[in-house]
């Protein structure tokens, strides 16, 4: 058990739909990062937030968002979503922000968009 | 663009005997390389890095090469144990940045 804790574990929704990602970090730890699985691109990464501030973004799309909150915990935010929207949405955390962390790995989200 | 690059998809090992991951990077400012290990239905675990200033990290049977001329790294694990059967994600940073994941190896190491 890595400590980081994802709900729901799946989801199933329709195109066009608005889901939300929840991901409550390991206690103490201020960093939160959110990846992507797809079938054929492995890890991506999307968003990283340290301490309630949005510190780096990656191949997000704008139809995607995410926040921190003041306990720490994330959202991811996902809306319009089409077919290829359906992935396995990782949350990582770890203590501080940089590169050279080791991240700690929820169990992760699955998203099937029909 | 993928920067990092796991080039087999898949690797099938005897147990017992040496599995070797290979990973591939393009971005000569990576400066830490990390291995992640997956079980099914779980997230990625760490497993062993290495920062670019050194070409050998050994920690029990596993143990990361980096090649920084060749912009390669790869992962023994000696001796193959069947509990070793994963997909092993290579990743790279630049300090300060988030991980870039590769593609993922999917190991089986076979009785």
């Known amino acids: 058990d890595s400590g980081v804790t994802q709900t729901p574990k799946h989801l199933i929704t329709a195109t066009g739909q608005r889901v939300t990602l929840r991901c409550s970090p390991r206690?103490?730890?201020?960093?939160v990062y959110w990846y992507q699985q797809s079938l054929d691109q492995g890890l991506q990464f999307l968003i990283h937030?340290?301490?309630?501030?949005?510190?780096a973004k990656g191949n997000i799309l704008e139809r995607f968002s995410a926040q921190q909150f003041p306990d720490l915990h994330s959202e991811l935010n996902l809306s319009s979503l089409e077919l290829g929207d359906s992935a396995l949405y990782f949350c990582?955390?770890?203590?501080?922000?940089?590169?050279?962390?080791?991240?700690?790995f929820g169990s992760g989200t699955q998203l099937s968009v029909l | 663009d993928q920067q990092v690059k796991q080039n087999s998809p898949s690797l099938s090992v005897q147990e017992g005997r040496i599995s070797i991951l290979n990973c591939d990077y393009t971005?000569?400012?990576?400066?830490?390389f990390l291995w992640y290990k997956k079980y099914p239905a779980e997230g990625p675990t760490f497993l062993i890095s290495?920062?670019?200033?050194?070409d050998k990290n050994e920690d029990g049977r596993f143990t990361v090469f980096l090649n920084k001329s060749a912009k390669h790294l790869s992962l023994h694990i000696v001796p193959s144990q069947p509990g070793d059967s994963a997909v092993y994600f290579c990743?790279?940073?630049?300090?300060?940045?988030?991980?870039?994941f590769g593609k993922g190896t999917s190991l089986l190491v076979t009785p």
């Open positions: 990582a955390s770890s203590i501080r922000t940089g590169g050279n962390e080791k991240l700690f």
């Open positions: 206690s103490g730890d201020l960093s």
């Open positions: 937030y340290y301490n309630g501030e949005e510190r």
């Open positions: 971005n000569s400012m990576f400066d830490y």
């Open positions: 290495i920062s670019s200033i050194k």
């Open positions: 990743a790279a940073t630049n300090s300060g940045y988030a991980l870039n």
